[in-house]
């Protein structure tokens, strides 16, 4: 990993934290919207790293890097593997086809990334 791809992440997150100023601001869609991530991704039938593997999936597909940066962190805090992670961006691959190997190189950058950090 290079320094350009850290420097990247750390943008990532960074920009997050200034999006977050919508729920400070009160306003009521965005926090809607935390509220339906929360209740989306807490545990049910389906534990929680297995939604954020799928989203790592569709990530991969709509090519959100940003997405991709917090479903990653999200399914390893949850207790995903790299393997499963890894399985996870290849269905992203087969679903999405030839563009969605950009997207796949970023979503490993981002696991290395913080497989470095831990």
């Not at 965005?30 to 593997?53: A, C, D, H, I, Q």
């Not at 995903?80 to 961006?89: D, V």
């Not at 950009?102 to 831990?118: E, I, N, P, T």
Request: one cysteine or more; a positive charge; hydrophobic letters at 35%.
């Amino acid at each position: 990993m290079n320094c350009q791809d850290i420097e990247k992440i750390g943008k990532i997150q960074s920009d997050r934290k200034t999006a977050n100023e919508f729920y400070s601001k009160n306003s009521e869609v965005y926090r809607s919207f935390v509220s339906m991530e929360r209740k989306t991704y807490s545990n049910g039938e389906l534990e929680k790293r297995y939604k954020e593997m799928i989203a790592i999936g569709i990530s991969i597909i709509i090519n959100c890097e940003s997405c991709l940066e917090w479903h990653i962190k999200e399914a390893l805090r949850s207790g995903a593997s790299e393997k499963q992670i890894i399985e996870a961006i290849e269905v992203g691959i087969e679903m999405g086809g030839g563009p969605a190997t950009v997207s796949a190189r970023f979503a490993m950058k981002v696991l290395k990334y913080y497989q470095q950090k831990a």
